[in-house]
C-alpha cells in the first residue's frame, strides 16, 4: 500500500501562523482580562464604561501583534 506523504501548509498537523496568533490572543486574553468589561470599583469620580469600538480595536492590535511576534517581525 502506498503511503501519501504531504508536505507544506497543509500537511495534517500543520498550523497556518493566524491560527496560531488566534490562540496566542486568547491566552493573553485570559490572563489579562483584555477585552472584559472593567469593574469601576473604587467608587470615587463617575467615569464611563469602556466603549465598545474600543475593546474591538484592542483586541485587534494585540491579535497584530500576536502574529507578527509568530511571523518573527
Given at each position: 500500500m502506498e503511503?501519501?506523504?504531504q508536505t507544506g501548509?497543509?500537511?495534517?498537523g500543520a498550523r497556518r501562523n493566524?491560527?496560531?496568533a488566534v490562540d496566542l490572543?486568547?491566552?493573553?486574553?485570559?490572563?489579562?482580562?483584555?477585552?472584559r468589561p472593567s469593574n469601576t470599583g473604587t467608587g470615587f469620580g463617575v467615569s464611563s464604561p469602556p466603549?465598545?469600538?474600543?475593546h474591538v480595536e484592542a483586541?485587534?492590535?494585540l491579535y497584530r501583534r500576536c502574529l507578527a511576534a509568530i511571523e518573527g517581525k
Open positions: 503511503q501519501l506523504q501548509p497543509f500537511a495534517p493566524e491560527d496560531i490572543l486568547r491566552i493573553i486574553a485570559a490572563a489579562t482580562q483584555t477585552g466603549r465598545t469600538e474600543d483586541m485587534l492590535d
